[in-house]
Nanobody
């Protein structure tokens, strides 16, 4: 059974940083491209970042480019999202996605 579980969300002040983690199980983790999405209140879910199987290719939404960094550890079956210089508009539930599975999401709130 494919499972993804996010962690690391919380409340942070504008300009702060958080690192989200996603633990994967139930599939060959090194195979699929992995994604981070987010959904802000009242808005549609949007793609934030993606990373290739080996980790060499990474793509970001324009809104987070230069501030966020996606990475993965295929030995530990983990994918990460390092978020720096956070803004109030980054407030959302963040989801990990891969191999046709979704995690339950972790809430990030950026507020003073």
């Amino acid at each position: 059974q494919v499972q993804l579980a996010e962690s690391g969300g919380g409340l942070v002040q504008p300009g702060g940083s958080l690192r989200l983690s996603c633990a994967a199980s139930g599939f060959t983790f090194s195979s699929p491209v992995m994604f981070w999405y987010r959904q802000a209140p009242g808005k549609e879910r949007e793609l934030v970042a993606r990373i290739s199987q080996g980790g060499s290719m990474r793509r970001y939404a324009d809104s987070v480019k230069g501030r966020f960094n996606i990475s993965r550890d295929n030995v530990k079956n983990m994918v990460y999202l390092q978020m720096n210089s956070l803004k109030p508009e980054d407030t959302a539930v963040y989801y990990c996605q891969g191999s046709d599975a979704w995690g339950q999401g972790t809430l990030v709130t950026v507020s003073s």
